[in-house]
């Protein structure tokens, strides 16, 4: 008869398990989270870093021609440089895009994160009513697609088509045109305006919301009025999230392209490179000069990069000054 001594040490049926090592098993749980990141990293770097090294590597380069530019090896692609560089830095075109985004920037910016304040600071009122369908309302238009977004602006500023102008023709009242000179900024910027306000006002209210209670009632103890809780409790308590949504603003501004390229067609007054990514698209797959483009579109992520993050240093310094203070 064999014994349970014989049986495990044997390894037969019946042997209890045998549990990893310590060190084994914390080896295979300090590998778990790599495994788990390894799909996401594949994917970022198949479809993020991977163009973006490649946009660089063209950036670099140009196309020479050789005699007519004719026959096999009479265009060679070779090393150029930063004279890529060097003509968009002297590109008119760029240069005034850049401006004209500029002025669509200090328009768009101010009023969309001034809206989205204002209509988170209603929405935590105690006396707001409907809340929830308010909110949604509000929010509703950034769900539509920025080219269907500027599809029926552009249509309602058409004075063709537009109700407004048949309402205002019928009153004898003057008909602006919205697609022309001046007010086109205005017309432009009320598209991102519309589009975004809700989103920015979300971010807003959601961290109005995580505010304790008790804060208002000590507020409401000491005499404050509504105004003043928003103004010296609610405001400076979300100043972070007025950060965050101001380092997007900045970003979709700089990136500007659905909005004048869809009102192209309906006036001459945006032209194919009214703003940079609208330059970079026509000197890609219209004039097929992908090195150019491709030194343009480094220089605008750059001018993102600088622009966004020296504003959130500059935020983060005034925060650690007035913490210190």
Known sequence: MT???????YGVKGAP??????????????RAPYFFLLPAAILFALFFALPIGYALWLSFRKVHVSGLGLGAGARNEVWAGFEN?????????LLHGALRVLGYGCIVV????????????MLDSDTVRLAPFTRLAIF????????????????????????????LQQLHLPQPNLLDGGPLYLALSNIAVWGGTGFNMIVIYTSLQSIPAEVYEAARLDGATPLQIALRIKIPMVAPSLVLTFFFSIIATLQVFNEPTTLHPLTNSVNLSWSPLMKVYQDAFHR??????????????LATLVLSFGFLRAANRRTKQEAAG
Do not use: Q
Request: no cysteine; proline share 8%; net charge negative.
């Open 288 to 301: 097929n000069d992908i090195y150019s483009a491709a030194a343009e579109a480094t220089l605008i992520a």
């Open 140 to 167: 509703l238009p950034y769900a539509v697609p920025g080219v269907v977004a500027a599809l029926m602006w552009g249509f309602l500023y058409l004075p063709s088509v537009s109700p407004f102008s048949y309402v």
């Open 110 to 121: 101010p009023v969309m994160l001034g809206l989205a304040l204002l209509f988170a600071l």
């Open 85 to 93: 560089y060097t003509d968009a830095f002297h590109d008119g075109e």
């Open 17 to 30: 398990y045998a549990h990893p090592s310590p060190t084994t098993a914390l080896k295979g749980a300090l």
């Open 3 to 9: 014994s349970t001594a014989s049986r495990k040490s």
